[in-house]
């Protein structure tokens, strides 16, 4: 996992870092030559004195980027400038973003000049606005601690999702094997169905659970090895008005903080929220996929089964992200942190914000008694279904099992 996080790191910077060689036809008086820069990236190649089919055509035979089309004064003395950029491929977001704002600020400048404005006077107008926020016990949040909290949130969320549907699959496969096997009809000659299933749901869990403690404490052992060689142990674990005396004097960089603002979290909190909140989850999906498991005799038919299991996960990421990120603490993100279904990953997102114990409590009751519940009717299919072979069941059809 590590490995895996180092290298999209590595394949994204490689990406964004990829040299790039623009060609370009300006057409007005507000540019020149200088304001073409090149960098380590991006470099440029004047075209101007071609005709824009001679240069399209320059460009589309070679291995270029792409043409920039800077129009005539008339159309930037306009509100909305619009540039033509002409390529084979369609160029990155980040990309063009980058063109647009490089040529913005020269406009910008230009507009002013043109205005009689004093540039000088106006750029020692502008003045950053940094907001802490500050609760009535003391505590004092960033920006960047925000966004820490916001990060952590999610990574936690999308990981109890993601290891859901990872481990409720095995249990399910395991299920359909014995079955299709017929080791099932030995072992429940002497195991009862309910304890079986109970087991296996369990033993899978506490498999879950283990990895992620050898997560916890790899992680925490690279910490102790990592920061030191990246000089960071002088600046590491101070109070609150150490680093704000640190951030004045200019003395910590953006990793040392990130990291003081991470171990001003409630850590211990998260982790044991992240663990409980990830074994009821487990725990009721997986309940549901053994029954799907014993109700199927191959994969292929628990295709028709997966989607009431699947929504109510995607529906707590969407949660997560189009309302707890927005709204923390409003009626909808408490609401979904309540509902068991998506409470694993509502309420993990909300943990790091700040909720309060008795939320917390509340949510982890509910999920734990409906997976008791789920359990005893997943039973019910799972002792019938079982010993069935040769037979597609239906949603009616599992309704009468439950029923038996």
Do not use: C
């Not at 006077?121 to 009535?136: G, P």
């Not at 399910?172 to 079986?196: A, C, D, G, N, Q």
């Not at 000089?231 to 680093?243: A, D, H, K, S, Y």
């Not at 990793?255 to 663990?275: D, G, R, Y």
Request: charged share 15%; hydrophobic share 50%; glycine share 6%.
């Amino acid at each position: 996992m590590i490995g895996l996080i180092a290298l999209v790191a590595f394949l994204t910077k490689t990406s964004i870092e990829k040299p790039r060689t623009v060609a370009y036809i300006n057409q007005s008086r507000y540019f020149t030559v200088a304001d073409f820069k090149n960098t380590k990236t991006l470099s440029y190649v004047d075209m101007s004195h071609q005709t824009l089919e001679a240069a399209k055509t320059a460009v589309q035979n070679s291995e270029l980027t792409g043409l920039l089309v800077i129009p005539n004064d008339t159309i930037i003395d306009s509100l909305a400038v619009k540039m033509q950029f002409y390529s084979t491929e369609s160029p990155g977001v980040a990309f063009v973003e980058g063109l647009q704002s490089q040529f913005n600020e020269k406009l910008k400048i230009t507009k002013m000049l043109n205005l009689g404005l004093d540039t000088t006077k106006v750029a020692s107008a502008e003045i950053r606005t940094d907001i802490h926020l500050n609760n009535f016990s003391g505590e004092t949040t960033s920006k960047l601690k925000n966004e820490i909290k916001l990060a952590i949130g999610a990574t936690s969320g999308y990981l109890i999702m993601m290891f859901i549907i990872i481990y409720g699959a095995m249990v399910m496969r395991s299920v359909i094997e014995e079955k299709t096997s017929r080791i099932i009809e030995v072992i429940i000659s002497s195991v009862k169905p309910f304890y079986l299933m109970l087991g296996k749901v369990i033993g899978t869990a506490g498999a879950g659970i283990f990895q992620f403690l050898i997560w916890i404490v790899v992680l925490t052992v690279l910490s102790f090895v990592v920061m030191p060689l990246l000089g960071m142990n002088n600046n590491i674990n101070m109070t609150p008005e150490q680093l704000e005396a640190a951030q004045k004097l200019g003395n910590i960089n953006e990793m040392e903080l990130a990291v003081n603002e991470i171990l001003q979290l409630p850590l211990v909190t998260i982790i044991l929220s992240f663990i409980l909140f990830f074994t009821g989850g487990y725990l009721l999906y997986s309940s549901l996929y053994a029954a799907i498991g014993a109700a199927v005799d191959n994969e292929t038919d628990t295709q028709q089964f997966m989607m009431p299991i699947i929504m109510p996960l995607m529906l707590g990421m969407y949660i997560g992200f189009g309302v707890v990120i927005n709204d923390p603490h409003g009626t909808l993100a408490t609401i979904f942190s309540m509902v068991p279904f998506t409470s694993p990953i509502v309420m993990m997102m909300r943990i790091p914000m700040g909720v309060p114990t008795w939320q917390i409590i509340i949510s982890l009751v509910l999920l734990f008694g409906t997976f008791l519940g789920m359990i005893w009717l997943s039973a019910k299919i799972y002792r019938v279904g079982i010993l069935m072979y040769g037979k597609k069941p239906t949603y009616k059809e599992l309704w009468k099992w439950m029923r038996y």
